[in-house]
């Protein structure tokens, strides 16, 4: 059940007389009250005699007792709205439910004889409205703060006892949707987003590319979006509003969107924090320098066990740059691999924040690295790319799991979209090198495939029949001969790859088991068997950093 709270309003007459409308309003049917404050209300509905002045005047008249005390916007006005798949409650059902929900949000009290006075209207099978002005007996307002969340607790407790659909709830810091007004406009132009959606994604996609708040604000100009920075008189900067050039108003001025009107991590001050801890210094790295995809990939694989074994806020400060690190991808994979990622981004925005307040500076080793991919030469290695994506896809599968603990119900459901988008990625990503593997599996002896199938048994005897079964068998074979060509012991290796992911979700056990044991015993991602996955590059420094195209930001928030 969904609870809809509107803005109050002035006119009690003007609510009724759309609540029982049947012929502007085709939908509306049979609108009659189910339920009153005191149960003798006239039913302009079903009591030919009762008219609507009859029923507004009933429900104004301790606002009209208040007179200058009253409040100007005195209609409450709350529509309680059922699932398309529940049942068809009756109307004593719903007389419950509307008694509950004014106890909750604290319009009418159970028991106070000085509650506001109000009525439950129903004119379709699946909703009722619950309209009340908002004075009291007493002639004071009542105390009802943070009524919509008040409300869904109740409703959420409701849809338990009466067997409805548990409906997915948020904890109020979701990003704003876009308007109605918002939505026709786009519509009209052509586009298949609101200016708000395509502002959001690019703003997000330059912060995670910035480096400092100056570079921010360079990368997103670069991009065509206008850029207005208010300042303090100190010249400091307070804050920031953003605008896609020709998108106007009705009075030719640019439709400007705050940082934190698009979402709440989005503020000025939030992305000053943010891009604060990513600054601070590197640690030094003894030896040769991963290449950022890899320090990526390695840090995205660590999420899993993070998740399980630190605070909260930690924990929170992992997923937040698990979310940098999809809206990075996009502007480093392969074009046909883009729409997927770019939809895998936008779900994950959601599982982004939560009222957990993150500790940015446990992630921002990861988070430097993340900025680092887009300004270094991205992986032609396509097998390296499946195994990132791998990764991605487990630290994601994790954070649903993470949110789900903590009744995060939003989050999980956005973390559950991600990893269908990151699955079809992936799976597209790991055709082409997975054939190569495949191939290489077809050219070993016999005695080593022997070998292999009897490591296998020994390891995963339960699943043994089934992946030897699949397609992908000759590639875990092939893998488990480069494992053992390169010092490890494969039964080992092996079953540390099957403990690190549930392998009941795979599709494929076989296909999940080579990139979690080329990750775990670092083998060669190249078809070049037997040597340190970052032995293949030169021992030269990496190329000094160059900073993100505005073709690529942008062009990442176009196709979004």
């Known amino acids: 059940m969904i609870a809809k709270i509107g803005k109050a309003g002035a006119n009690t007459r003007g609510v009724l007389k759309y609540l029982y409308d049947t012929v502007r309003a085709k939908d509306h049917t049979d609108p009659h009250l189910v339920v009153s404050f005191d149960g003798f209300a006239p039913d302009p509905g079903r009591d030919e005699t009762a008219t609507l002045a009859q029923l507004a005047t009933v429900l104004d008249l301790r606002v009209k007792q208040a007179g200058d005390r009253a409040p100007e916007k005195h209609v409450w006005h709350c529509s309680v709205r059922a699932a ?165 108003n009705t009075d030719g001025q640019p439709v400007w969107f705050s940082g934190s009107v698009l979402a709440p991590d989005l503020s000025y001050p939030k992305i000053e924090e943010r891009l604060t801890e990513a600054s601070g210094p590197a640690r030094p790295q003894a030896g040769h320098r991963r290449p950022a995809w890899q320090q990526v990939t390695d840090a995205t694989d660590r999420i899993p066990d993070i998740l399980t074994r630190t605070d909260d806020g930690a924990a929170q400060a992992h997923i937040t740059v698990l979310a940098e690190t999809l809206d990075a991808l996009p502007l480093i994979v392969p074009d046909d691999l883009r729409p997927q990622l770019l939809r895998a981004a936008a779900a994950f925005e959601r599982a982004n924040r939560s009222r957990i307040r993150a500790r940015h500076e446990e992630a921002q080793a990861t988070r430097r690295a993340v900025k680092a991919i887009v300004r270094e030469p991205a992986p032609k290695d396509a097998a390296a790319l499946a195994i990132m994506l791998d990764v991605i896809w487990l630290a994601v599968i994790a954070a649903r799991h993470w949110h789900q603990v903590r009744q995060h119900d939003q989050q999980a459901e956005a973390a559950r979209q991600t990893a269908e988008h990151l699955r079809a990625a992936y799976q597209q990503a790991a055709a082409r090198p997975m054939t190569v593997i495949v191939q290489r599996g077809q050219r070993l002896t016999v005695k080593v495939r022997q070998r292999q199938v009897a490591i296998l048994r020994q390891v995963l005897p339960e699943l043994a029949e089934q992946i030897l079964a699949e397609p992908g068998w000759p590639a875990l074979a092939a893998t488990l001969a480069d494992t053992q060509a390169a010092g490890h012991d494969s039964a080992v290796v092996l079953t540390e790859a099957a403990t690190r992911r549930e392998l009941d979700t795979a599709t494929a056990i076989s296909d999940v088991l080579v990139w979690r044991l080329r990750r775990t015993a670092d083998l060669p991602t190249t078809d070049n068997p037997g040597t340190p996955a970052h032995g293949n590059r030169p021992a030269s420094p990496p190329p000094p950093a160059t900073q993100p195209t505005s073709q690529s930001v942008n062009g990442a928030g176009r196709r979004r």
């Open 84 to 248: 398309p798949e529940d049942r068809i409650l009756t109307d004593e059902e719903w007389a419950v439910i509307a008694r509950r929900v004014l106890n909750a949000t604290g319009i009418a009290p159970v028991g106070d004889p000085d509650a506001c006075r109000w009525v439950a209207v129903r004119h379709a099978d699946d909703h009722i409205h619950i309209v009340a002005t908002k004075v009291r007996g007493d002639l004071r307002q009542p105390r009802h703060w943070n009524d919509c969340p008040r409300a869904d607790k109740e409703l959420a407790a409701i849809e338990k006892e009466y067997g409805l659909r548990q409906v997915v709830r948020g904890d109020r810091t979701a990003a704003k949707r876009p308007t109605r007004a918002e939505q026709e406009k786009a519509r009209r132009a052509g586009q298949a987003t609101t200016a708000r959606e395509r502002l959001r994604t690019t703003v997000r996609t330059a912060l995670t590319a910035a480096t400092s708040t100056e570079e921010f604000f360079q990368i997103l100009t670069n991009t065509g979006v206008l850029v207005d920075i208010q300042q303090f008189p100190s010249g400091d900067v307070r804050g920031y509003k953003v605008a896609l050039d020709g998108d106007i």
